[in-house]
């Protein structure tokens, strides 16, 4: 592999360019919800399910911009997705604070993209400020809140770094030509294994995990349904781009068949980690970096981006209406595309990042992780990479109820 692979080749655009999956639909694992809350998956809001996403939008309320009286932004993002140092401090935080005397609020609060909207939806709803400047959704969340006119549009004369955004993301599905959304990291969905559980075997396709008698009982798929089924159409020889409700049966036929035979030890989000690294599960569907971070700890853990296709998603960020510090969060996000910011936080992350320059970079900061495949990827591994095509509102509701009909029943 090159120490420096190019993001910007076509496969990437080809992979990237579209509607993207969620990275932690469950980030604190499955709640055990029933069909009706379809949670982790699309639930229904007022606007409805994502769709395809066509970047219209009504409006957003706005309310005055007080970022240059009030030196204080309000972030929620994702757990353990910011780069932290030994003494507990976010080094890219505190940067940017005295670059800009700028103070972040940062929350670790968003576990699942259908709880956080949960909260604010009320609030939105009602034109009322959520307390935060800005957050990082998943691409389907994305197109929600922009055809239900929660989001504001980006001011990019606050934003210049957004030049270093990688070609591939530009211009996506969900919002064509980036005016609400710009990409903060991106990240596969593939196999991990733990070779003290499997016997020393490599768990590298899906019909392996599915079927392999010795695994029975000791394997997890994702509570995420574009991760899960996406890599089981793929396994099946369908194109995820464009696969019909007929393929998406099928699918579920093959999951619900492996847990009816007990192949299945259940379904999780992040919360696989530790039971595979103690091996109490022995091979599962799993996220890049999840994966990247555990092998730190025990660098015998296999992960493997399946010969017939993985899936890949991407979270980004956004400012919702009735922000009181737009700029701020704007010269926030600036701050991140800096290609040596985003090196560092990369870093620690271990996700795909999205901002030109950072492969290098990283090459200074850390060549090993430069040369990792699961955070700079090649041309080759980026060529098996494909996106689960957008749903229509129907679609959504239907597929999202045999899904959960397996995942609680």
Known sequence: ?????????????????????????????????????????????????AGTGDGSAAPAATQEDLSDSEKVVNWSNWPEYIDVDDDGE????????AATGITVNYTEDYNDNDEFYAKVR????????????????????????????????????????????????KDVEFDSGRKFSLPWQSGFAGIAWNPASTGGKAIESIDQLLNDPALKGRVTLLTEMRDTV???LLDLGKDITSFTAEDFD?????????????QLLGFTGNDYTQSLASGDIAACIAWTGDVVQLQYDNPDLGYALPEKGCTLWSD??????????????????????????????????????????TDEALMEIDPEI??????????EVLSRAHVFRGLTDQEETDFTAKFQAIVVG
């Open 1 to 49: 592999m090159s120490s420096t692979p190019d993001l910007n080749n076509l496969a990437f655009r080809a992979a990237l360019g579209r509607g993207l999956v969620s990275r932690r639909a469950a980030m604190l694992g499955f709640a055990g919800l029933g069909v009706a809350a379809l949670s982790a998956c699309g639930s229904e809001g007022r606007g409805g399910n």
């Open 90 to 97: 976010r080094p890219s935080l505190v940067a940017f604070t």
């Open 122 to 169: 009320p609030l939105l709803e009602a034109g009322e400020d959520t307390g935060r400047d800005t957050w990082c959704s998943t691409d389907w969340m994305v197109a929600r809140l922009i055809r239900q006119g929660y989001l504001q549009e980006l001011n990019y004369d606050n934003i210049p770094n957004a030049d270093n955004l990688v070609d591939s993301l």
């Open 230 to 232: 996406g890599l089981v």
């Open 250 to 262: 099928e699918a579920i036929a093959v999951i619900q068949d492996a847990k009816d035979r007990g």
């Open 316 to 357: 980004n960020w956004v400012i919702p209406a009735m922000a009181k510090h737009k700029k701020n969060a704007e010269l926030l996000i600036n701050h991140y595309f800096d290609p040596a910011v985003m090196a560092e936080a990369a870093a620690w992350i271990n996700y795909i990042p999205p901002v030109k320059g």
């Open 370 to 379: 430069a040369g990792n495949e699961l955070i700079l990827p090649s041309d």
